[in-house]
């Protein structure tokens, strides 16, 4: 459990593939791959599936991704670019999450496809390959055309919220599903449901299952995620499991509705929501009625993403009042205590979510941060600065408190751990 994406990433892509569609009986296959050393057989064995997931009839440009989760449950994401016009469609994997950045590079390698000189598109991938990653909030930058082009990039800054309408994919999942249809998607993610969106554009099916994710930051869907279902993995749709899938309509329609039993669906062409369940209306009053009023005319900017933020904040944000600090040892979260010092009306759903891997991975996610010296430094602990700032002189007070015990206990630990370091190499020599 834990974050599904990986750290210290060394290369801007893994590996670039052109496939053929698939030919009377035959299946799509790779016709070429860069760099040549890629070896991740299992890999390469799925992108074909994911690059042609069901029968496609598109007459524009579409791009769209996917997701390849490993036996560590670390994510590779899969950007595509579909061309009617071309007989090929492009890939490109990557362990970052950076769409609007790989649709560009998508962009780029189909114009040097065609290229007259036959090997202006690998030296350009050889050229990104081997570029080195700069830091979060500078740019990406290589030259390529013998100097004559630049390819450039803004690297995202770590726990950036996605805005409208840079974010392509929050815009296109604000466009085709309005704010009650997301706020029950929210609000099915917090109950670990089985969802399924579905679509006939595969650009708006991954968009919605990409948001649906990123709007429950802090926290980081734990379960089956699949933006794109392939033909091939229908069977995933019977797994009991909680899932998220986005599902395109020529799969959906080979979908025996009864098989796959209580499931949250919703279809993204005609912004219609299908739930056994009442999900919404479960989460704490007081809660539902703030996201309404924070998503009213707030289309622009990080607007919706912050909106679920501050949901979140008034949700788990007491989480701080549960942790124990003790002189030389490790923070640590106290369930009871959590449940506790929360207010009555949010306790049962509260203890609903002790349960959910979502919150646990959030809890690991900050004791760790807290444990190795990080600090808070990412957009949820900011809203909740402001959020506590901002309300009843209490939980003001609360916050000094725990800061002040923070520094001190902090200072503490840190201390001992460099002690016990320091004792260490010393022992060692």
Same mark, same amino acid.
């Given at each position: 459990?834990?974050?599904?994406?990986?750290?210290?990433?060394?290369?801007?892509?893994?590996?670039?593939?052109?496939?053929?569609?698939?030919?009377?009986?035959?299946?799509?296959?790779?016709?070429?791959?860069?760099?040549?050393?890629?070896?991740?057989?299992?890999?390469?064995?799925?992108?074909?599936?994911?690059?042609?997931?069901?029968?496609?009839?598109?007459?524009?440009?579409?791009?769209?991704?996917?997701?390849?989760?490993?036996?560590?449950?670390?994510?590779?994401?899969?950007?595509?670019?579909?061309?009617?016009?071309?007989?090929?469609?492009?890939?490109?994997?990557?362990?970052?999450?950076?769409?609007?950045?790989?649709?560009?590079?998508?962009?780029?390698?189909?114009?040097?496809?065609?290229?007259?000189?036959?090997?202006?598109?690998?030296?350009?991938?050889?050229?990104?390959?081997?570029?080195?990653?700069?830091?979060?909030?500078?740019?990406?930058?290589?030259?390529?055309?013998?100097?004559?082009?630049?390819?450039?990039?803004?690297?995202?800054?770590?726990?950036?919220?996605?805005?409208?309408?840079?974010?392509?994919?929050?815009?296109?999942?604000?466009?085709?599903?309005?704010?009650?249809?997301?706020?029950?998607?929210?609000?099915?993610?917090?109950?670990?449901?089985?969802?399924?969106?579905?679509?006939?554009?595969?650009?708006?099916?991954?968009?919605?299952?990409?948001?649906?994710?990123?709007?429950?930051?802090?926290?980081?869907?734990?379960?089956? $995620? #699949?933006?794109?279902? *392939?033909? %091939? !993995?229908?069977?995933? =749709?019977?797994?009991?499991?909680?899932?998220? &899938?986005?599902?395109?309509?020529?799969?959906?329609?080979?979908?025996?509705?009864?098989?796959?039993?209580?499931?949250?669906?919703?279809?993204?062409?005609?912004?219609?929501?299908?739930?056994?369940?009442?999900?919404?209306?479960?989460?704490?009053?007081?809660?539902?009625?703030?996201?309404?009023?924070?998503?009213?005319?707030?289309?622009?900017?990080?607007?919706?993403?912050?909106?679920?933020?501050?949901?979140?904040?008034?949700?788990?944000?007491?989480?701080?009042?549960?942790?124990?600090?003790?002189?030389?040892?490790?923070?640590?979260?106290?369930?009871?205590? $959590? #449940?506790?010092?929360? *207010?009555? %009306? !949010?306790?049962?759903? =509260?203890?609903?979510?002790?349960?959910?891997? &979502?919150?646990?991975?959030?809890?690991?996610?900050?004791?760790?941060?807290?444990?190795?010296?990080?600090?808070?430094?990412?957009?949820?602990?900011?809203?909740?600065?402001?959020?506590?700032?901002?309300?009843?002189?209490?939980?003001?007070?609360?916050?000094?408190?725990?800061?002040?015990?923070?520094?001190?206990?902090?200072?503490?630990?840190?201390?001992?751990?460099?002690?016990?370091?320091?004792?260490?190499?010393?022992?060692?020599?």
């Amino acid at each position: 459990m834990g974050s599904r994406i990986r750290e210290n990433v060394k290369h801007f892509f893994e590996c670039f593939c052109e496939l053929v569609p698939p030919c009377q009986d035959k299946e799509p296959w790779i016709i070429q791959q860069f760099p040549d050393k890629y070896k991740d057989e299992e890999v390469l064995k799925s992108v074909p599936k994911f690059a042609y997931p069901c029968k496609l009839e598109n007459d524009v440009i579409e791009h769209y991704s996917f997701v390849l989760t490993d036996l560590e449950s670390k994510w590779t994401f899969g950007f595509c670019r579909h061309d009617p016009k071309a007989e090929t469609a492009i890939v490109v994997l990557s362990y970052l999450p950076w769409h609007q950045a790989f649709y560009k590079f998508l962009d780029t390698t189909a114009v040097l496809m065609h290229s007259s000189r036959t090997e202006d598109l690998r030296e350009f991938l050889t050229a990104v390959y081997n570029a080195k990653l700069g830091e979060p909030g500078k740019k990406f930058t290589v030259s390529f055309n013998r100097g004559e082009s630049i390819f450039s990039i803004d690297i995202p800054r770590p726990f950036q919220l996605p805005s409208i309408p840079e974010n392509r994919n929050l815009t296109e999942y604000f466009n085709a599903v309005d704010a009650q249809n997301m706020m029950i998607i929210f609000a099915s993610m917090l109950y670990e449901r089985r969802i399924i969106f579905v679509s006939k554009k595969l650009q708006r099916l991954s968009a919605c299952a990409q948001s649906a994710n990123d709007i429950i930051y802090p926290m980081i869907w734990q379960h089956i $995620f #699949i933006p794109v279902l *392939p033909m %091939s !993995l229908i069977d995933y =749709l019977l797994a009991p499991i909680p899932f998220l &899938i986005g599902v395109p309509e020529e799969v959906f329609k080979q979908v025996h509705r009864i098989e796959i039993g209580d499931v949250v669906i919703l279809d993204a062409d005609t912004n219609t929501i299908d739930t056994p369940f009442d999900d919404l209306n479960n989460l704490p009053q007081e809660v539902i009625t703030s996201l309404k009023k924070q998503l009213r005319n707030k289309s622009l900017g990080d607007g919706v993403s912050r909106a679920f933020l501050r949901a979140l904040v008034q949700l788990i944000g007491g989480y701080r009042d549960a942790l124990r600090f003790e002189p030389g040892q490790k923070v640590t979260f106290d369930k009871e205590k $959590f #449940i506790e010092t929360r *207010p009555v %009306s !949010l306790q049962p759903f =509260l203890r609903q979510m002790l349960q959910l891997q &979502i919150f646990q991975q959030f809890i690991e996610e900050r004791l760790m941060m807290l444990n190795t010296g990080q600090g808070f430094s990412d957009e949820f602990e900011y809203e909740l600065e402001r959020y506590s700032a901002k309300s009843g002189s209490k939980l003001k007070q609360q916050y000094r408190e725990w800061t002040s015990t923070m520094r001190k206990e902090g200072t503490a630990f840190f201390k001992s751990v460099k002690d016990k370091v320091s004792v260490t190499h010393l022992d060692s020599q």
